[in-house]
């Protein structure tokens, strides 16, 4: 059974702590995304990934950072948490464009 | 910017019932695709039923069918003879068919309600 595994279901940090969220995928997809969920507002896209090495920003990148070195794993980074930074964390990764997204079970964060 | 709107924050239906949510988009663009995705309390998001614009026939997947209306922009989500598991929060999402274009826009989402 194909998977994107989030390494943590819940997490608490404090505030000004460098946070690293992990995202591992098992398909040999070249897309990985991270989009964060808030009651509301849906799902944001923060960053994406088409290729390892390669980054692109989403509509919400400030804040944070991605790094993909190698094809099946993507992370996430909060620089320096802040309270605006609790949510729900959703990583995805994607085959081709016709296709939708694989999605991992999410990360909820909580910055005190 | 393509844009995605959910217009039911939340819906409830009685059990074995029929019930549809709602979406519409925003795009300039005459080839996409469309998506439904179920949230559970579980928080996996499922992909429910996909639509290509650009063929004409509504998509359909065992109970779950959409109204796929493109010159209103339109793509609803019926889901017929309710059962308790449907309970959870539905996305609709849009993705375009430009080459290089990856992401998928989302609505708002609709909380669905079963009620037995």
């Known amino acids: 059974d194909v998977k994107v595994t989030q390494s943590s279901r819940y997490l608490v940090k404090r505030t000004g702590e460098k946070v690293f969220l992990e995202c591992v995928q098992d398909?040999?997809?070249?897309?990985m995304f991270w989009y964060r969920q808030d009651p509301g507002l849906g799902l944001r896209l923060i960053y994406f990934?088409?290729?390892?090495?390669?980054?692109e920003k989403g509509d919400i990148p400030e804040g944070y950072s991605v790094s993909r070195e190698k094809k099946e794993r993507f992370s996430l980074i909060l620089e320096s948490a802040s309270t605006n930074q609790t949510s729900m964390y959703l990583c995805?990764?994607?085959?081709?464009?016709?296709?939708?997204?694989?999605f991992g079970s999410g990360t909820r964060l909580t910055v005190v | 910017a393509q844009t995605v709107t959910q217009s039911q924050p939340e819906m409830s239906v009685q059990e074995a019932e029929t019930v549809t949510l709602s979406c519409t988009y925003d795009?300039?663009?005459?080839?996409?695709?469309l998506f439904w995705y179920k949230q559970p309390p579980s928080r996996q998001m499922i992909l429910v039923i996909r639509?290509?614009?650009?063929?004409?026939q509504n998509a359909t997947e065992n109970r779950f069918s959409v109204n796929f209306q493109k010159a209103a922009k339109s793509f609803s989500l019926k889901i017929s003879d309710s059962q308790l598991g449907d309970a959870a929060m539905y996305f609709c999402?849009?993705?375009?068919?430009?080459?290089?274009?990856?992401?998928?826009?989302f609505g708002q989402g609709t909380r669905l309600t079963i009620n037995p």
């Open positions: 990934s088409y290729d390892v090495k390669m980054k």
């Open positions: 398909m040999d997809h070249e897309n």
């Open positions: 995805a990764s994607s085959r081709d464009r016709e296709f939708g997204y694989t």
């Open positions: 639509q290509e614009a650009y063929k004409q």
């Open positions: 795009t300039s663009e005459s080839d996409y695709y």
């Open positions: 999402a849009y993705r375009s068919f430009l080459q290089g274009a990856q992401k998928l826009v």
